[in-house]
Structure formats: structure tokens, C-alpha cells
């Protein structure tokens, strides 16, 4: 069988091999710290926790720190702080002058600013882990039991919860340095498999032994489900060719240039970011009055709290498609695209070079932005409607949203990096019928 020999085939590269293995052992050690809970705190007491994370927006976040979070680990607040700081510091770059500079200046500027958005990182761990602990303390005495006393806990629970994040910070870069893939968005991609087999299977039992349909629906569901992760393929690698002619070039006696060439525009060219953007302020209601359980809240806050209510999937799906043109618009730059084509004598054809090719490609970038903005919204909001029509909270999750395009995004990352390594080295690729393509080129998500 095919599969069986492009696995012969990855374990005779040693160099693929040793990224491989090194990437499963950085994910075991990954994985054997969502478990490791902090120091004073009964694991038996955490039922409340984890009943609080089964809906709503803890959903997400537990299911981002693969489960730390509901365990009381010393990994509970995972890598959405480093997340949060590299949005922070994308629009800082965006907006001051400053950073502009830095960022121009080549790899030294690069440098410090992953250095300046790790220090944002702490200074976001340091403020998160009080607040953490204050929603640990609740849940902890509706399971009748409590936190040890004394400031003493507090300051070296958080430092110790800091930690736990930075160590995972310093596995990514690991697994992207020694391993396959990226590491950071691989660490993500772990987290959110991790809650798969469980959440299939507990559909599964929902699904046979109650009067919810039975087998058939389950199995709609499982083809609904692999429409969806087709759609969202189609949206991480969808491109539009605009065709460039070349102009030709006599250079000594030998004759070069005029084949056709086609600038590749993505239909989604912000990829999943419109959607971390569009979360990050989703999440702000739980910023403002704590972790506390989304029953005791009334009103606005409430409306914004559940991810299944109308307001709340309205104002996601309108933030991302206003996130999407918006990121769009700073990652995709007509105007030099324009003058690299005159630089290099290309045109497109029937298109007057310069201004009248920036607009052509400005209106181009509209047409295709639309339609992207909308299917992005779409599969974002999918959870709901997958909610509405009776799936577990917890299976949900995987039919749309940032944990389906994260998923989708990385895998095809990591397979491509895998398939390079297989064609330099002149073996077959990973698929028959062409080459893996991913997300190369955009903007990446994290």
C-alpha cells in the first residue's frame, strides 16, 4: 500500500525521523503537564471546575490548554497570554512608528520584538493567574472544599502557573527548532485533538443510547463533519491567478521571458487571524467580571457569555468579516505589488502598469475578500447551529470555529514540511495526485 511505503520511506530520512521523534517526546512531556496539578489543591475537588468548563466560552479556553485548565494545572493558562501578545504587538507595528522601524530593520528587529512581546507575555501571566485562582477558589468551595490560605499561596501559585506557560512557550520554539511543523501552533493542535476521542465518543453513546436519532443521525453527523473540515481546506488553500505576462528580454543571443506567469491571490489572505482577533474581544466580558459561571450573570454580560445565543455569534461573525478586510488590507499591499511587476517589466495583460495595475489588483482583492469574509464567518459561527440542532457542546466545537481551522491550517502545514523533506530527498510525495499546499505565503496565524 501506498501509506505503508511513504512511512518506510519518512523512517529511512534520519533527519525526518529524529524531528519526528523529537516532536512526539515534546508533546508527551507536554501533555504529562496538563496533569500535574498545582501544589494544595485536591485534584477530587475539581468536579465544579470541570463542570464549568463544559460550556460556553471556558469551553474554548480549556479546550486551547488541552484540558489543563479544568485540571487545575500548572499549565492551566496554556499559550493564549503569548497569543494575546503577539496580536498586541501586530498592531503595535501597525499603528507606532516605532515598531515600524524596528520591524524594518531586518532580523535585530525581530529579535527584540519577540523579546518586548515575551515580556508582555509575563506581564499578561502575572495579571491572569490572581484571576484565575480567585475563580479556582469558587468553584473549589461549591465542591465544599477550599484553597490554602495565606498570600504565600497566591504569589507562588501564579509564579508558578507563569512558569508553566513560559516552559510551553520554550517547548514551541523547540519543537519548531529540532521538530516538524510549528511549534507554537502545534502545541494549540495537540490541545484541541486531545479533547477528540472523548468528545466522539461521548456523541457517539449520546447519540445510540438515547432516543436523539440513533446511529443514522450520528452518522449525518460525521458526514456534515467532513463537509465542514473539506470546506475549511478549501478556504485555507483557495487562491485567485491573476495572469502577469513578462515582457521579453535579449540578453547576449539567448532570447528569455514571455511565458505566462500568474500572481496567486488567496481568497482568505488572513488566514484564522480575523477570528483570534474577533475571539480575543469576545473573551473581554470574562475579563471584566471574572471566570464566574455564565448562570449567574444577567443581561449584556450574559448575552455575550454564551457562544450558542444569537448576539454573541452576530457581533463574532461581524467582527470578522470587518477583521478580515482590515488584516487583509496591511498583509496584501497593491501598490508595491504594482511596482515589483513594473520593476521586473511584467504587466498584466490589457492592465496599464502603475496605477491603473494597483487598482485593478485593489479591485480584485475586494471581489475575492467578500465571499472569503463570509465563508470565515460562516464556518466560525458553525459550533452554534451544529449546537442548535442537537450535538454535545463538547463535539461542537470541531464543526467550525477557530479550533477547526487551526486544526486544518496546521495539519496541512506540518504534512507539507513533511512532504519537502521526502521530495529533496527524491522520494514520492504524500499524495498522488499532487502536492500538499498549505498556508505559505500568508500571513500566519500565530
Partial sequence: MRAVETIKNIWKIEDLRNRILTTLLLVAIYRFGTYVVLPGIDPKALTALQEQTRGGLLALLDMFSG?????????????????????????????????????????????????????????????????????????????????????????SSTVILAAGSMFILWLGERITDKGVGNGISFIILVGIIARLPHSLFQEFVSRTSEKTGGLVMFLFEMLFLLLVIAGAILLVQGTRKVPVQYAKRIIGNKQYGGARQYIPLKVNAANVMPIIFAQAIMFIPISIVGFSSTGEQSGFVAAFMDNTGFWYNFVFAVLIILFTYFYTAITINPTQMSDDLKRNNGFIPGVKPGKNTKDYLDTIMDRITLPGAFFLALVAIMPAFARIAGVSMEFSQFFGGTSLLILVGVVLDTLQQVESHLLMRHYDGLLKSGRIKGRAGAAGAY
Fill in 67 to 155: 484540558g489543563a485548565f479544568s485540571n487545575a494545572s500548572i499549565f492551566a493558562l496554556g499559550i493564549m497570554p503569548y497569543i494575546s501578545a503577539s496580536i498586541v504587538m501586530q498592531l503595535m507595528a501597525i499603528a507606532v512608528p516605532s515598531f515600524q522601524k524596528l520591524q524594518r530593520e531586518g532580523e535585530s528587529g525581530r529579535r527584540k520584538i519577540n523579546q518586548w512581546t515575551r515580556y508582555l507575555t509575563v506581564a499578561i501571566l502575572l495579571f491572569q493567574g490572581p484571576t484565575y485562582l480567585v475563580n479556582l477558589s469558587v468553584q473549589l468551595k461549591a465542591a465544599g472544599a477550599a484553597l490554602p490560605a495565606g498570600i504565600w499561596f497566591t504569589i
